[in-house]
């Protein structure tokens, strides 16, 4: 049931058990991506989750690379709740997402800082992954 799930988890049970092994390979290998899952964690979707996406990974672990959506996750919510909780990459994506996005941007529920972030960080990776090919 992981596309329905809800794990209901202390703040303390999330960082010595769930997180900890992210938080190794974060700070020893500095990875360019990490994927947010299906899964609801404390009532909130993974792929909607600020803390989980952006505070700790990035606030506390210095993480600089892009957060992406499990493949269909993105069907669960907004786009603009996705992006400003740290998602820089909705997969697999669809026809309707360029209107979404403008829609959302036009109602102020997407905000231009948000996308402007995830928009960078995209590029911040692809940049990266270029040094790797010459």
């Known amino acids: 049931s992981r596309n329905s799930e809800n794990?209901?988890?202390?703040?303390?049970?999330i960082?010595?058990?769930y997180l900890k092994g992210f938080e190794m390979v974060v700070k020893s290998a500095q990875p360019m991506a990490i994927m947010s899952s299906y899964n609801k964690v404390n009532g909130t979707y993974a792929c909607e989750n600020f803390d989980l996406l952006t505070s700790v990974p990035r606030g506390e672990w210095g993480f600089d690379g892009m957060v992406m959506t499990?493949?269909?996750?993105?069907?669960r919510?907004?786009?603009?709740?996705?992006m400003h909780a740290g998602n820089d990459l909705v997969m697999p994506g669809?026809?309707?997402?360029?209107?979404?996005?403008r829609k959302e941007l036009k109602e102020g529920t997407l905000k231009i800082e948000d996308l402007r972030a995830c928009?960078?960080?995209?590029v911040s990776v692809i940049w990266k992954s270029n040094q790797y090919l010459q």
């Not at 919510?77 to 996705?82: E, K, N, P, Q």
């Not at 669809?94 to 996005?101: E, I, K, T, W, Y």
């Not at 928009?119 to 995209?122: D, E, Y």
């Open 15 to 17: 960082r010595e058990i």
């Open 77 to 82: 919510a907004g786009v603009d709740t996705m």
């Open 94 to 101: 669809c026809f309707g997402d360029h209107d979404n996005l």
């Open 70 to 75: 499990d493949w269909g996750a993105g069907n």
């Open 119 to 122: 928009i960078a960080r995209l």
């Open 7 to 13: 794990n209901t988890v202390s703040e303390r049970a």
